[in-house]
């Protein structure tokens, strides 16, 4: 049996020991959480091509594929800034069906995006399922 893969994410903070452990999904640039993580450019899983489940918080679960150009693999940094577009465009595309609904022209909610805002996101880690397939490990 082989080890499944599990990345998780820290920069320098004051306020935690080991550092920060999370990366803000809202907006992780502007807080520079992921300019600053530790070992950002580590390649952290070896493939080219993977799936990435969202399910939280989430009544209707979304696969969504992203491919790196680097034949060795994603970095840390650039699998979390795929995550967290994953995130913003999940809630993006969630508002503009709940938009189009008060309209009178779409009907229910996409993702079934329950309480929690993005703002309230923090993204701690990954693990792998199986195959290329990632699950998330999401706080709020």
């Not at 998780?8 to 550092?19: K, L």
């Amino acid at each position: 049996m082989s080890n499944k893969i599990k990345v998780t994410f820290s920069q320098p903070d004051e306020n935690f020991e080991n550092g920060n452990p999370y990366i803000h999904i809202s907006n992780p640039n502007a807080a520079i959480d992921i300019r600053n993580q530790s070992n950002g450019n580590e390649i952290v899983i070896p493939m080219s091509k993977i799936k990435i489940l969202f399910n939280y918080p989430l009544s209707k679960e979304v696969i969504l594929e992203y491919q790196t150009l680097r034949s060795q693999g994603f970095t840390r940094s650039e699998l979390a800034r795929c995550i967290c577009r994953g995130y913003q465009n999940i809630y993006s595309e969630e508002q503009d069906t709940i938009n189009n609904s008060l309209n009178g022209s779409g009907s229910c909610e996409q993702y079934g995006i329950w309480g929690h805002n993005i703002d309230d996101l923090m993204l701690l880690g990954v693990e792998q399922k199986e195959g290329n397939l990632f699950a998330l490990i999401v706080d709020s």
